[in-house]
């Protein structure tokens, strides 16, 4: 399992930025998603979750309200919209898949598979 991560850059505070996690190497489609982030510093952080239908989201209080995962299984792509983008949510960010399972999970350990992750850098 392959997964491709892309849509990182410099925005200023306030602004968009949308990600993309490509997969392959298995159908991506029958699988739970996640999106994470790390800080310099700082822990991974779990901040999107979606299934593998797209009919069930989950965010973090940190960035619900501005932050929305989709995906379109027949490109094997999984989104992260960014919104109201914030100085602190400047990271790396990855996106991730489990083993198995049709659902997401919160905590890193659930995710074998991880892409190379993009770096979003929110200027104030």
């Known amino acids: 399992v392959q997964l491709q991560a892309s849509g990182g850059g410099l925005v200023q505070a306030g602004g968009s930025l949308r990600l993309s996690c490509t997969g392959s190497g298995r159908t991506s489609s029958m699988y739970g998603m996640g999106w994470f982030r790390q800080a310099p510093g700082k822990e991974r952080e779990f901040v999107a979750g979606?299934?593998?239908?797209?009919?069930?989201?989950y965010y973090p209080n940190s960035v619900k309200g501005r932050f929305t995962i989709s995906r379109d299984n027949a490109k094997n792509t999984v989104y992260l919209q960014m919104n109201s983008l914030k100085p602190e949510d400047t990271a790396v960010y990855f996106c991730?898949?489990?083993?198995?399972?049709?659902?997401?999970?919160?905590?890193?350990?659930?995710?074998?598979?991880w892409g190379q992750g993009t770096l979003v850098t929110v200027s104030s």
């Open positions: 979606i299934n593998w239908s797209g009919t069930s989201t």
């Open positions: 991730a898949a489990p083993y198995s399972g049709s659902d997401y999970y919160t905590r890193s350990k659930e995710y074998p598979y």
